[in-house]
Structures are given as C-alpha cells and as structure tokens.
T-cell receptor, first 112, second 116 residues
Framework: GQQVMQIPQYQHVQEGEDFTTYCNSSTTLSNIQWYKQRPGGHPVFLIQLVKSGEVKKQKRLTFQFGEAKKNSSLHITATQTTDVGTYFCAGPYGGATNKLIFGTGTLLAVQP | KAGVTQTPRYLIKTRGQQVTLSCSPISGHRSVSWYQQTPGQGLQFLFEYFSETQRNKGNFPGRFSGRQFSNSRSEMNVSTLELGDSALYLC???????????????FGPGTRLLVL
C-alpha cells in the first residue's frame, strides 16, 4: 500500500544549527503538506506544495517538493528552541483530498 | 473564528466498554476527518464525513464508526474497546468544497483515550 517515510526519526541540534527532514512517498502525490506538532499538542498546518519542483519559504523554513512529486524536504536555518516538535509531511491517499497519509515524523530537539 | 473543539479531552475506559467522542468543526466547515495517533503506528486516517455522509474511510475495523450531524458536528464511536485503542484521537475540519482540490485541514486538540 501507499507509504510515506521520513528521515531522520529524531534529530538533536544545538540552537543556531540548521536542520533538514526528508519525506519520501511510495507513490506520486498531487500535493504535499507539512505539519508541526509540539510536545503534548496537535498537528498545526505549516504549508502546502502543489507544483513539481516547487520551493516555498516561511522565514527560516524552506520547503521543497521534488520534481517527481514523490519526495519533499523541510529545512530550518538557524534553529531556535521554539522549533522543537515533530514535523510531519502528509499527502492525499489515493488522490482523495481529505484522506491524508502522514509520514512517520521527525522529532526535533533543540538544545539552548 | 473559534478553532476546532473536541470533547472530552481525556477519557479512561476499560476493555469491552464503548466510547463516543465529539468534534465541533470551525464555523462554516463542512468536512470533518478523524485520525488516530499512537506512538507505534503514528497518525492514521479513520474516516471523513461531509454533509452527513461518510466520504472517505481508512483501514480500521467496524468497531470504529462515526456520524455527522446537520450542523457539521461529528461524533466517532468505538465499541468493544481493546487495550490497543489507547491513543490520541484527533479530528480535523476543512471547508470540504469540491472546487478546492487542495484543502487545508485544521486539527483540534484531540481526545486522549486510555483503555485499561
């Protein structure tokens, strides 16, 4: 069945260092979404990418959608303690708009 | 606008019991999706309701069911609870418009269910 994997599972960085998480789908996705979940919280929507090769930036966060629309990445420049949390990618399952298949997530720990 | 609300926030049940969880979507949103989150399986899609009809379904047993009311509020029910049903149950709302192919989903705070 359709699977979405993320690496790494866990990353521990010093504040100020950069961080990247990678997302790989077994099938082509019509779009990819990224969510952040703080410890004890719920997923919060960050961004959606639709076009092949698309790159979007939100302040220190850079999101990229692969040319084949099967992979994506999230890069954080100069991490801060407020970046702590688990980052999930998600894509529509079988093309159904609101049926999301979530990646396995990357837990980011930032040491001050 | 008020966000997605879920009740109750915490629940403790015993095996064999049943449970009903409630979700009120953002005002104007007509689609409600339910997800189960566990440390082992991650975030898994349960089902989606739109205009009181189940529009999408995940791969969960029939013990998991749901419904949606005319005001878009949704409930999910789990019957004959098992230990493995312990999880954070999240609902997410979106406008559900067929004209919008890429929807943003807004998650509620979740209901944390513990089955003993």
């Amino acid at each position: 069945g359709q699977q979405v994997m993320q690496i790494p599972q866990y990353q521990h960085v010093q504040e100020g260092e950069d961080f990247t998480t990678y997302c790989n789908s077994s099938t082509t996705l019509s779009n990819i979404q990224w969510y952040k979940q703080r410890p004890g919280g719920h997923p919060v929507f960050l961004i959606q990418l639709v076009k092949s090769g698309e790159v979007k930036k939100q302040k220190r966060l850079t999101f990229q959608f692969g040319e084949a629309k099967k992979n994506s990445s999230l890069h954080i420049t100069a991490t801060q303690t407020t970046d702590v949390g688990t980052y999930f990618c998600a894509g529509p399952y079988g093309g159904a708009t609101n049926k999301l298949i979530f990646g396995t997530g990357t837990l980011l720990a930032v040491q001050p | 606008k008020a966000g997605v609300t879920q009740t109750p926030r915490y629940l403790i049940k015993t095996r064999g019991q049943q449970v009903t969880l409630s979700c009120s979507p953002i005002s104007g949103h007509r689609s409600v999706s339910w997800y189960q989150q566990t440390p082992g399986q991650g975030l898994q899609f349960l089902f989606e309701y739109f205009s009181e009809t189940q529009r999408n379904k995940g791969n969960f047993p029939g013990r998991f069911s749901g419904r949606q009311f005319s005001n878009s509020r949704s409930e999910m029910n789990v019957s004959t609870l098992e230990l493995g049903d312990s999880a954070l149950y999240l609902c997410a709302s979106s406008s559900g418009s067929w004209e919008v192919r890429q929807e943003t989903q807004y998650f509620g705070p979740g209901t944390r269910l513990l089955v003993l």
